[in-house]
């Protein structure tokens, strides 16, 4: 095998880079004659904007500027729009209100961006920026999921009735009750699923310019993908997208948050044209908690039926998702469209139905965030499926035996509309129950319980859509010294891009990692992408590299004949070197490339544009064990079990670091993070890191990981993906061990976030029901 191609744990080639302080992240980009912008944000979740006093703050020393919509509006600067595509029920398009990039006659959440100071100097930005008075008249506020449809409640926004954004279906909803009807059992849990913060280690960003020599608006920002900015800000300035430049540097993290148009970007865009200077904005942590786009915040109702052998008959879930005060870029499509598909999981449940109602409160937007509506569906159908194991007496590991789709089974369309290609679940739960030494686990039970602690035990399988967003684009260029440059529109938030795509080159051209070059996130250099999202970089972007590359293999096949005086056909390559086949006459890929590029620097140039024909299901099975010390709820996860089905890994190492760290995120939700706002005003209540807790290193144990890999069909490459698997397969396994802890005091579900008051409140009201 090469030392570095296709499936080598090779470590990434950017960490030397970037650990010893190399990286250039947006807010290290200087230009000259910068300015600095703060936004003046409202402190009321819902109140009417009666005026805004900016004199004072205007006249301020080294202010150039203060601006509210009504000069972005002068200037025809357009609402950020919704680019989900949702039809209602009924057939009818849901309620899309405009989104102005500042506050226009009200505001709707705290944090809300009300007008900008541009100064220049931060300091002086700041300063002035408590200045402005802006005369509030406070509104009553909605701030939670369920309670946003009852009636009485506060109105978000008048042309949505009862706050009702959407009631979308899929499904057959006769086909789920007739067999409900029919069942021996039916189950049912009520779920929340709690909203989260992103919280990169890297916060929103932005630098704004007029390029002097063009004209052209240029843009540094931190984002997940160029070129679908580029898009919008062309539509919401009405310009040419040749108008626009946009550049991201390195990214320190994104979890789907940074995919996103924000207000802060259009208006540093505007300000920068207003003014003609550079502008520059930068994210501190508690504005980013308070302008940031959140994450998942769910309410559903799940009815499992099951016939008399504990088999699935049917699924409905009824959820009511929250999507703020206004509608993210694809706020409407996460709880639909993308999470619901999954609601079968891996499972022969022969019809499912789900029906979302989309709700608007007063609170931040909310959009994808790392799984983007599969790990919801995942942990919905997993505590559920967990709970009909209990109850029933089968047992969480039974009753997903009898329920799995079999290997031979495949491709399977499920009743959502997937058609799945590969997997093998069953194996992937046998794998994770030997791995983890289950048959232990009793033994493990005894031990704590002898300390003072419970025990107990989480399984979780999930199966996810990856490897959407449409196609992806790659150029090779190969320079005469057989040099490669790549340019690719993904954009790499720390997932090792560019090492993984160092491999797929070299696995297919025979070059070593430093004779190649990876170029994303810049429009000027990088002609079009599709960004990064949903596990889609590798799978889709390193297809589209793959076929480049053997494009440039049959040019180079070409040279390389004349080079040895033979016909083509007669030429074969490997791992860097064309032979005349049958003999040891050869050339390097150096020495081809020299020869093609007699007449000038570049000897081949390559496009190549991959579209997936279907979705990969990367799958798998976590196996949680969790100590609870039933004194003060203190829940510790003392032991982790992985079985992934990634399809062809192109690097362990990297799937590592992706497991790991979804798992952290996963860890993180079902027992610590939770976005709290105060039922009456509105206001958010975890701001800060002082009020949101985040995992850290001590509350993730070792993981176990194993990968039971099947090549998916779909994928040029056989890949599947792994980016958000870590993080949809740990909530539910942690939960249902947490659970199991405590069965003995009859508890038979406890939400997230499982904080400690949470846990111990649980067992003190057990308890006392009990003495009672």
Avoid at 237 to 244: A, D, I, M, V
Avoid at 354 to 372: E, H, I, L, S
Avoid at 695 to 723: E, F, H, Q
Wanted: with cysteine; net charge negative; charged share 20%.
């Amino acid at each position: 095998m090469m030392k570095f191609g296709i499936g080598q744990p090779v470590p990434r080639t950017e960490d030397a880079r970037l650990l010893t302080g190399g990286g250039r992240y947006t807010d290290d980009v200087s230009l000259p004659g910068q300015t600095h912008a703060v936004f003046v944000r409202s402190p009321h979740a819902h109140a009417d904007i009666r005026g805004i006093d900016a004199a004072e703050a205007a006249a301020q020393p080294g202010v150039l500027g203060v601006f509210t919509v009504a000069d972005l509006e002068a200037d025809g600067v357009q609402p950020i729009p919704c680019a989900a595509a949702l039809t209602q029920r009924d057939g009818s398009p849901y309620v899309a209100p405009p989104r102005p990039a500042l506050a226009k006659g009200r505001v709707r959440h705290v944090g809300d961006p009300v007008a900008v100071v541009v100064a220049e100097t931060l300091d002086a930005a700041r300063d002035a920026a408590e200045l402005v008075m802006v005369d509030y008249d406070d509104r009553p506020a909605i701030a939670g999921t369920a309670e946003a449809l009852e009636a009485g409640r506060p109105q978000v926004w008048d042309e949505a009735p009862g706050n009702l954004c959407f009631d979308w279906e899929q499904g057959e909803e006769a086909a789920v009750e007739s067999a409900i009807a029919k069942a021996a059992r039916v189950v049912e849990l009520e779920i929340v699923n709690n909203r989260v913060v992103a919280n990169p280690m890297e916060g929103r960003a932005c630098l704004a310019a007029v390029e002097a020599e063009t004209g052209r608006l240029v843009i540094y920002v931190t984002s997940q993908g160029v070129h679908g900015l580029r898009k919008q800000f062309a539509q919401l300035f009405g310009l040419p997208e040749e108008k626009f430049r946009v550049i991201t540097t390195d990214v320190g993290g994104g979890f789907g948050m940074k995919l996103f148009n924000y207000p802060e970007y259009m208006v540093c865009l505007f300000a920068a044209r207003r003014l003609n200077r550079p502008v520059k904005w930068a994210a501190e942590r508690t504005e980013g908690f308070l302008s940031d786009d959140h994450g998942r915040d769910h309410v559903s109702r799940a009815r499992l039926a099951l016939d008399g052998d504990g088999r699935f008959l049917g699924l409905r879930v009824d959820t009511v998702a929250n999507l703020g005060a206004y509608l993210s870029n694809y706020g409407p499509f996460i709880p639909t469209d993308a999470g619901s598909a999954m609601l079968v999981g891996s499972y022969t449940t022969p019809a499912v139905y789900v029906r979302v109602k989309g709700v608007f409160t007063n609170t931040q937007p909310v959009d994808a965030y790392r799984g983007a509506g599969r790990p919801e569906a995942a942990y919905l159908l997993e505590r559920l499926i967990d709970h009909a194991g209990r109850v029933t007496g089968l047992g969480p590991a039974e009753i997903r035996r009898r329920n799995f789709i079999p290997p031979a089974a495949m491709p399977y369309a499920t009743p959502m509309g997937q058609t799945y290609d590969t997997g093998e679940f069953e194996q992937n739960l046998r794998d994770g129950l030997e791995l983890s030494d289950h048959a232990g686990l009793p033994a493990r039970k005894a031990a704590a319980k002898a300390r003072g602690k419970l025990r107990g035990a989480g399984i979780a399988t999930y199966i996810e859509a990856c490897a959407g967003g449409g196609a992806e684009q790659a150029t090779v260029q190969v320079n005469g010294d057989g040099r490669i440059i790549l340019m690719i529109g993904t954009q790499t938030n720390g997932q090792g891009h560019e090492t993984a795509y160092k491999q797929i080159i070299a696995d297919r051209l025979g070059v070593p990692p430093e004779d190649v070059e990876v170029i994303q996130g810049d429009t000027d250099r990088v002609s079009w992408g599709a960004g990064t999202g949903g596990s889609r970089s590798v799978p889709v972007g390193g297809a589209a590299l793959a076929e480049g590359a053997a494009r440039v293999v049959t040019k180079a096949t070409e040279v390389a004949a004349d080079l040895l005086e033979t016909a083509a056909v007669d030429v074969e390559f490997v791992e860097g070197r064309f032979s005349v086949v049958g003999t040891d006459r050869s050339v390097s890929f150096k020495e081809v490339a020299a020869k093609a590029a007699a007449q000038g620097p570049i000897a081949f140039t390559e496009v190549a544009r991959w579209t997936p024909p279907a979705n990969t299901f990367p799958n798998g099975c976590h196996i949680a064990e969790v100590e609870v010390d039933p004194d003060t709820g203190v829940v510790e996860v003392v032991g982790y079990t992985v079985v992934d089905d990634f399809g062809t890994v192109v690097n362990p190492l990297l799937v590592m670091g992706q497991v790991h760290g979804g798992v952290a995120q996963g860890i993180g939700q079902a027992l610590q993070e939770r976005v709290v706002f105060d039922p009456d005003s509105g206001q958010l209540l975890s701001g800060s890191f002082m009020d949101y807790q985040m995992p850290r290193a001590v509350d993730v144990p070792d993981i176990r990981i194993k990968l039971n890999c099947v090549p998916s069909t779909t994928n040029a490459l056989g890949m599947k993906g792994a980016g958000e698997a870590g993080a949809i397969g740990a909530p539910p396994a942690v939960i249902n061990a947490l659970v199991d802890a405590l069965s003995d005091y009859g508890i038979e579900h406890i939400d997230m976030p499982a904080t400690p008051l949470s846990v111990w409140t649980a067992i003190q009201t057990r308890s006392k029901a009990a003495a009672e």
